[in-house]
């Protein structure tokens, strides 16, 4: 998973063809789709609102050319992948060495190891004595895949992309399944006549991972498995297959057990489709009226069997294996995820050159509305062997209902500049978040930005430094941002739970009560980032070296926080906007560029 962070301020807002999106889908899109990426970091990150506090990585894929020849491109890879400098346990004798050394350093009379067993642990052939590698057994070298293949092209008035791939990775712990995942990335463009363009994007895509139905969490079970196991314990009772041994105080450590025969097993599948409809009048010359609606559905549906096992032990007298612990708490559970956004976007647009000044000028207005059901069932079956639910097996279902977001936001955006030297940007956007109380659901957030092509003033054209330094500019910003990122549904509202600890005792059964379970706070609202931004930029050689400079300065107020409350309370705390933080610093970028014959090449270096 790819994490992305800008000048240390958490998480970025994703823009994807026009749309926002989550870290999630960023991660998910098949990298040969992707025509550019772009980061925003300063003021200008302002026009996209409430999420971009963080930064905005804007992302465009392909859409083919007009005029150009239908295009077929295949791409396809493999490659191995293994744990990387992850520290090993000890082999068997230098843990039995390191034992002896313990117990003569503390001066324990009754040791468990002696010289004697040192010995046959390093040679180990002797039974009883034969040590085992547990990292081996655990982790492996484990294939990963990919081929995809995308047709382009156009005609003089329609222009189209359309690409399908599948990625496989193989898990590099033992029996962990895989990761399987078809993309499919879907955009068509139309010039309907010389004012009117309309156009469309579909994405989509198939998830599956598979592994072994792992009791507790299955991420950190190899791990702990791989420290917990000793190198003189084996897996299996007497080296009999038959008969997995317990190897720890822990009875789910020895991963002879994590198989689909004995552990059970976890599935997961999520589908995802996006789609995206705009379409462009252009009213007069240079007035354009633009329009944007996105429809997303993800449905991810989980099932997970944890079955019952026994470990044993070795009777060497009797020549039997009698069992010394039982996994009896059988599990059967699904969760299964929908969610369903709606996003519109309404853009009216005007851009005209008079002479020497230039306007392009944006005013907008942006909707957002998001459902997401969600239920999960759990129960415990008679028999490893049912894998279905039924009513009588069931202890859980919890219906969590739609959870329904919405959001809405009016933009205005207005930049000028003369002869391409003054430029001046001023931008206001006017949000509002269901996660805040009805009086301070609304923030206005403005920001400006100037900025002076120095190289394009006639006395330094006339300078002796103009032949070299053929690009010089500063610029300074100045923006505002609303910032809603705080968990809860509603986290302004009193929070009422259900649970037989809340209940009370009637004819000697206990009935299940309601309580408080969290404090409200409904003065809360929007915490506020003011970033200021200064920057020069250089070009150098005819723009074959290029520098990029830019100080910064990041204060954050009204921060939305949960403090702690005493225990006798007995409720979670609530959310209050309090506290301020300072982000600072700098960032160089250097890069050259040029060409040798047909050869093209940058080198390009960054530093903060």
């Known amino acids: 998973v790819t994490k992305i962070n800008i000048r240390n301020m958490g998480t970025p807002l994703f823009v994807i063809d026009g749309v926002q999106q989550n870290e999630g889908q960023f991660n998910q899109i098949d990298y040969n789709d992707i025509e550019s990426i772009a980061v925003l970091k300063d003021a200008s990150a302002a026009i996209y609102g409430l999420q971009a506090a963080n930064g905005v990585i804007v992302v465009t894929t392909k859409k083919g050319k007009l005029k150009s020849r239908n295009t077929v491109t295949i791409n396809a890879r493999y490659g191995w992948q293994s744990m990387l400098q992850y520290p090993q346990p000890a082999d068997a004798a230098t843990y039995v060495r ?102 469309a994007t579909m994405s989509g895509r198939i998830e599956r991972k598979k592994n072994p139905g792992v009791p507790g969490d299955d991420i950190k079970a190899p791990f702990l498995g791989l420290y917990r196991n000793l190198p003189t314990i084996r897996p299996y009772a007497n080296d009999n297959p038959k008969y997995p041994a317990r190897t720890s105080t822990y009875g789910d450590s020895n991963f002879a057990i994590l198989n689909y025969d004995i552990s059970g097993k976890s599935e997961e599948t999520f589908r995802v489709a996006q789609l995206n409809f705009t379409a462009e009048y252009e009213i007069l010359n240079g007035l354009k009226l633009k329009g944007l609606f996105s429809y997303f559905y993800s449905q991810k549906y989980a099932d997970t069997q944890e079955n019952t096992y026994k470990l044993y032990g070795y009777d060497e007298k009797t020549d039997t294996y009698p069992v010394v612990f039982s996994m009896n708490n059988p599990v059967l559970k699904r969760n299964v995820y929908r969610k369903e956004e709606l996003k519109g976007q309404l853009q009216l647009t005007y851009n005209k050159t008079f002479g020497l000044h230039g306007i392009d000028a944006v005013a907008s207005v942006e909707s957002f509305k998001k459902d997401n059901p969600y239920f999960d069932i759990h129960a415990v079956p008679a028999s490893n062997s049912l894998h279905l639910f039924d009513f009588q097996t069931m202890d859980t279902f919890n219906d969590h209902g739609n959870m329904t977001e919405a959001r809405l936001g009016y933009i205005g955006r207005i930049h000028y500049n003369y002869a391409q030297k003054y430029l001046l940007e001023v931008s206001a956007r006017y949000d509002g978040s269901w996660k805040f109380p009805p009086n301070n659901r609304w923030g206005l957030f403005p920001s400006i930005s100037a900025g002076w092509r120095i190289s394009e003033e006639g006395f330094w054209k006339r300078s002796l430094l103009s032949p070299i330094l053929n690009d010089l500019k500063i610029r300074a910003s100045y923006g505002e941002l609303g910032n809603q990122a705080i968990s809860g549904y509603y986290p302004y509202a009193s929070s009422i739970g259900s649970a037989t600890s809340y209940g009370y005792w009637f004819d000697k059964e206990l009935a299940t009560g309601v309580a408080q379970i969290q404090l409200a706070n409904e003065a809360i609202t929007w915490e506020k980032s003011k970033q200021i931004n200064t920057g020069l930029d250089l070009g150098l050689f005819n723009n074959r070296f290029n520098a990029t400079f830019d100080y910064y300065i990041k204060d954050i107020t009204d921060m939305l926080q949960q403090f702690p409350v005493p225990l006798f309370v007995g409720m979670t705390a609530p959310w209050e906007n309090a506290g301020s933080m300072r982000n600072k610093g700098w960032e160089l970028s250097l890069t050259w560029q040029d060409r040798v014959g047909n050869l093209n090449y940058y080198i390009k270096g960054n530093l903060s």
């Open 98 to 199: 390191s034992y002896i050394q313990s117990d003569a350093i503390t001066g324990n009379k009754n040791p468990l190891y002696t010289m004697d067993d040192l010995h046959k642990w390093e040679q180990g052939t002797e039974k009883g004595y034969r040590p085992f590698d547990w990292y081996d057994y655990i982790f492996r070298t484990s294939a990963q895949s990919y081929v995809g293949a995308n047709i382009s092209g156009g005609s003089d008035k329609i222009r189209y992309y359309l690409g399908v791939s599948n990625t496989l990775q193989e898990s590099i712990v033992v029996n962990y399944g895989n990761f399987n995942r078809t993309n499919v990335q879907m955009n068509i463009e139309a010039d309907v006549s010389d004012r009117f363009k309309i156009g």
